[in-house]
């Protein structure tokens, strides 16, 4: 079977037709504030409350409202997807997979300035970084994952004559409980559409920190002919009110999560304590936390390497999962590399994301901000510590942290073991004589396992560094950033406590929303009980 080809990057050039009309969706969505509500069966629900949906860039400037569901709203969600499953789960494969196409051509088409504007305004992020998370990454997942569950029904067994073999590729029996990140709207989106291809409905809880293009999102579903309660969304600004009742159901059949692994371990512990009342054991998919490295050999390329920590830890304000935090660099190379990275980042350009000079935005809200400055004034105050490239965070008008690169003494700091999700990137500069040392170290610092890089020209060293950190990331790059997974060609996911490595874009991941059922017709079927071996 053939794959689709991935969808092109626009660059959003001065005089591009692309950026004009960005930029007047992005007008017209600041001047016309929405109210969100939670969708349960295809109908919006009022519940009465009301949370400020505001700009990370320009925290004066509100977005609209949403209301926020609670206890009842997710009991609900829960019997409209239970309702909505028979009639779901028995349409015809390309019947249901056409709503999804559908989505894609509409998300490529009339619905892309929605989408990317919205993504900008809420979560800050740059129109670049908006067209390849929102619209590229978005329409890829639609497009892959259709195929890949051709693919996965082409997985049929042998047959003989005598007998007809065939895999049902059922839904699990139940919902799925979908709850996403603020970080990305492509994965926010893939955690409710992965399930619901297979046969699945789903409730689906949007990060509190980005209902507003969850909404957009939403639209999209509905427009491209979703039937009512197969995905019910429920914005929440207190996710417990929503978890209790969901992991409380018998009907609970799967989690497909992707967030901090403090969050995981909650919703692991809850479901093996609850395990006894599901009708079902649930299928657990978690994308954790990460502490990303990249190691860089003596036989680096310089410009190469300042390039991907300066992107793989500065782009969208390095509050990417996979983003480049910590950098281990041989003595050998430390001057120039520091030299050059102090130069780039003082350049960089931050402020508010509709101004398309800018490299970077603002960090998501109040809490991330006081959490990074937390990390920023450890360095400054602890020893050991020493700044390379930053200026002072600022949260005057928008949630500003400036690109920051402290140089670690201790490769065990803070700075250097500890996921902060933000702008800061430590470095640890080691003696050219201990690779085998330093390498143990990348490996052993954190207990992630999500995303690392490592730079080198030498073809053997290559070999021997991947080999030392097979098991230190499960998205590996060899001199190039650790971050930018594409749709069918890098999938995506951890081990270690980064996460289940199911792969997100990939067949992998829709196989854990299967419950296969093996089929077997007989032709002629036996109408005596005594084998050969018993004649006299």
């Given amino acids: 079977m053939t794959l689709p080809p991935n969808q092109p990057v626009r660059s959003f050039a001065p005089g591009s037709p692309e950026r004009a009309s960005l930029i007047a969706e992005l007008a017209r969505q600041r001047a016309n504030p929405r109210r969100v509500l939670p969708v349960i069966n295809g109908k919006k629900v009022d519940t009465g409350t009301s949370t400020d949906m505001r700009e990370p860039h320009a925290h004066a400037n509100s977005l609209g409202t949403y209301a926020s569901a609670g206890a009842p709203e997710a009991q609900a969600a829960i019997t409209a997807a239970i309702d909505a499953r028979h009639d779901w789960s028995r349409m015809d494969t390309a019947a249901r997979r056409a709503v999804f196409l559908r989505a894609a051509e509409l998300l490529a088409g009339p619905f892309n300035d929605r989408l990317l504007a919205a993504t900008m305004l809420a979560q800050s992020k740059t129109a670049f970084q908006s067209e390849i998370d929102a619209s590229c990454e978005l329409i890829d997942f639609l497009r892959f994952n259709v195929a890949f569950a051709e693919q996965i029904e082409a997985m049929q067994p042998l047959s003989s004559p005598a007998e007809r073999n065939r895999l049902e590729h059922r839904p699990l029996d139940g919902f799925v409980f979908a709850a996403a990140p603020f970080n990305f709207t492509a994965i926010a989106g893939n ?286 790059y060899i001199n190039d950033k650790p971050t930018g997974a594409v749709v069918g060609r890098q999938p995506f996911g951890g081990g270690r406590r980064s996460g289940t490595n199911d792969k997100a874009g990939s067949p992998f991941n829709l196989l854990r929303w299967s419950s296969p059922r093996t089929v077997k017709e007989t032709f002629v079927p036996p109408v005596s009980h005594l084998y050969p071996h018993m004649a006299g």
Avoid at 237 to 259: N, Y
Avoid at 399 to 413: E, H, L, Q, R
Wanted: hydrophobic share 45%; charged share 15%; aromatic share 10%.
């Fill in 191 to 476: 955690l409710a559409i992965a399930p619901a291809l297979m046969g699945n409905t789903v409730v689906w809880k949007p990060s509190e920190r980005a209902v507003y293009s969850a909404a957009f999102l939403m639209d999209l579903f509905e427009a491209a002919g979703l039937p009512p309660g197969v995905i019910n969304m429920l914005p929440a600004e207190t996710p417990a009110a929503i978890g209790d009742t969901v992991f409380s159901s018998p009907h609970l059949a799967g989690v497909h999560f992707t967030g901090s692994t403090a969050a995981f371990d909650r919703i692991w512990q809850t479901v093996g304590s609850n395990v006894s009342r599901y009708r079902s054991y649930p299928r657990l998919v978690g994308e954790t936390g990460g502490k990303d490295f990249v190691f860089a050999h003596v036989s680096a390329d310089v410009d190469a390497l300042v390039t991907a920590l300066v992107r793989g830890a500065f782009d969208y304000q390095g509050q990417k999962c996979s983003a480049a935090s910590r950098a281990y660099i041989p003595l050998s190379l430390w001057k120039p590399v520091t030299e050059r990275l102090a130069e780039i980042v003082s350049s960089l350009t931050m402020g508010n994301v509709s101004d398309l000079t800018n490299f970077m935005g603002a960090v998501i809200d109040q809490r991330a901000y006081t959490q990074i400055s937390a990390f920023l004034d450890h360095a400054a105050s602890a020893p050991g510590h020493r700044k390379i490239a930053g200026a002072a965070p600022s949260d005057e008008t928008g949630w500003f942290i400036p690109p920051t690169v402290i140089a670690c003494t201790d490769p065990k700091s803070r700075i250097m073991t500890e996921e902060i999700f933000g702008p800061v990137l430590g470095l640890y500069a080691y003696p050219d004589g201990k690779l085998a040392e330093t390498l143990a170290l990348v490996d052993q610092s954190t207990p992630y396992a999500l995303t690392g890089a490592i730079f080198a020209q030498d073809q053997a060293v290559i070999n021997q560094l991947s080999l030392a950190l097979r098991d230190s990331a499960g998205n590996f």
